[in-house]
């Protein structure tokens, strides 16, 4: 099978890369080789590797810088997923994307459905769901992921944000009025390939309906970030350990507004795939002892 990735350097990318090996042969494309920002670079890409499926997490996931960047979040995360749609309709390719529970405005206190009405609360969130909508208007068969507060031990993301300041000071004042699951990057991945695998089976036959539409895909249970901060910390207790300070949203302002409410429902994924990712806590335990140190932390 031909798979074609993009955003390959990415955290979400380079976990992908590894995890379809597997099902076939990996295309892989960070943005030298590929710039989302040009359609026509995307078409002639696409159709000169002819792929059977399309993968695509890169993204534009600087949230704050987004407000600054509408133009450019949105060429990334709208536009460009909308031509990879096309072009894999035309082909008679799957794509799979990955989206964010930052589509819903975080009201309530009850994990959000699939088919909850979104209404982002920035542009990130924003572009994202004109991404989605571009995906489901082509007609392609596709699979959308929406995740949440993904880390790993490669890239920018809270996990290395908080080992690093850890370190360098001896407080750190973490919001603590929102809630969701830390997910890792891998078990994404991971999850991903064995869905793919799941629709490219022969067993499942070729007059067979896909599983066709948008998934929650979230590591289990939940937290705020000082709770995700208080995990790191037991888990990777620098010396001296610094003090984690609980604060609300509103001393910690920022361009972008968040949802405090980033629960999301995974029991689709579940009945439809069979798949349920672990425990936010056990995966950030196995995040840390496989990956050891990042060898991008200074």
Same mark, same amino acid.
């Given at each position: 099978?031909n798979?074609?990735?993009?955003?390959?350097?990415g955290?979400?990318?380079?976990e992908?890369?590894?995890?379809l090996a597997?099902?076939?042969? $990996?295309?892989?494309l960070?943005?030298?080789?590929?710039?989302?920002t040009d359609?026509?670079?995307i078409?002639?890409?696409?159709?000169?590797?002819a =792929?059977r499926?399309?993968v695509n997490?890169?993204?534009?996931?600087a949230?704050d810088? &987004?407000?600054?960047?509408?133009?450019?979040?949105?060429a990334?995360n709208?536009? &460009?997923? @909308?031509?990879?749609?096309?072009?894999?309709e035309?082909? #008679?390719?799957t794509?799979?994307?990955?989206?964010t529970?930052?589509?819903?405005? #975080?009201?309530?206190?009850?994990?959000?459905r699939?088919d909850?009405?979104?209404?982002p609360l920035?542009?990130?969130g924003a572009s994202k769901l004109?991404?989605?909508?571009?995906i489901q208007?082509?007609? /392609?068969?596709?699979?959308?992921?929406?995740?949440?507060?993904?880390?790993?031990?490669?890239?920018?993301?809270?996990?290395?944000t908080?080992r690093?300041?850890?370190?360098?000071r001896p407080?750190?004042?973490? $919001?603590?009025d929102q809630? @969701?699951?830390?997910?890792? /990057?891998r078990d994404?991945?991971?999850a991903?390939a064995?869905?793919?695998?799941q629709?490219v089976s022969p067993?499942? #036959?070729?007059?067979?309906?896909?599983?066709w539409g948008?998934?929650?895909m979230?590591n &289990?249970g939940?937290?705020t970030?000082?709770g995700?901060a208080?995990?790191?910390?037991?888990?990777?207790?620098p010396?001296?350990? =610094?003090?984690?300070?609980?604060?609300?949203?509103?001393?910690y302002p920022?361009? &972008?507004?968040?949802?405090?409410n980033s629960r999301?429902?995974n029991?689709?994924?579940?009945?439809?795939?069979?798949l349920?990712?672990?425990d936010?806590?056990?995966s950030?335990?196995?995040?840390l002892?496989?990956?050891?140190?990042?060898a991008?932390l =200074?």
């Amino acid at each position: 099978m031909n798979i074609l990735l993009t955003g390959a350097r990415g955290q979400l990318g380079w976990e992908l890369r590894r995890t379809l090996a597997s099902l076939g042969e $990996v295309t892989a494309l960070d943005s030298r080789a590929l710039d989302l920002t040009d359609a026509d670079a995307i078409r002639r890409v696409v159709r000169e590797r002819a =792929p059977r499926v399309i993968v695509n997490p890169a993204a534009h996931t600087a949230v704050d810088r &987004a407000e600054s960047e509408a133009d450019l979040a949105h060429a990334v995360n709208a536009t &460009a997923p @909308g031509v990879l749609a096309e072009e894999a309709e035309r082909l #008679g390719a799957t794509l799979i994307h990955y989206s964010t529970d930052y589509v819903f405005d #975080g009201s309530g206190d009850r994990p959000w459905r699939e088919d909850d009405a979104s209404a982002p609360l920035n542009v990130y969130g924003a572009s994202k769901l004109a991404g989605e909508r571009a995906i489901q208007a082509s007609g /392609c068969r596709h699979l959308i992921f929406r995740t949440s507060w993904v880390y790993g031990a490669r890239g920018a993301n809270f996990l290395l944000t908080m080992r690093r300041l850890m370190r360098e000071r001896p407080e750190l004042k973490v $919001v603590a009025d929102q809630t @969701g699951a830390p997910t890792w /990057c891998r078990d994404l991945a991971e999850a991903s390939a064995l869905a793919l695998a799941q629709i490219v089976s022969p067993a499942r #036959g070729a007059d067979k309906p896909g599983p066709w539409g948008v998934y929650h895909m979230t590591n &289990a249970g939940e937290t705020t970030w000082h709770g995700f901060a208080e995990a790191i910390l037991a888990l990777d207790p620098p010396n001296p350990r =610094p003090r984690l300070l609980p604060i609300p949203s509103s001393e910690y302002p920022t361009p &972008a507004r968040r949802p405090r409410n980033s629960r999301l429902d995974n029991g689709k994924l579940a009945r439809v795939f069979g798949l349920r990712l672990p425990d936010w806590r056990a995966s950030l335990a196995r995040c840390l002892d496989v990956d050891g140190t990042p060898a991008d932390l =200074p």
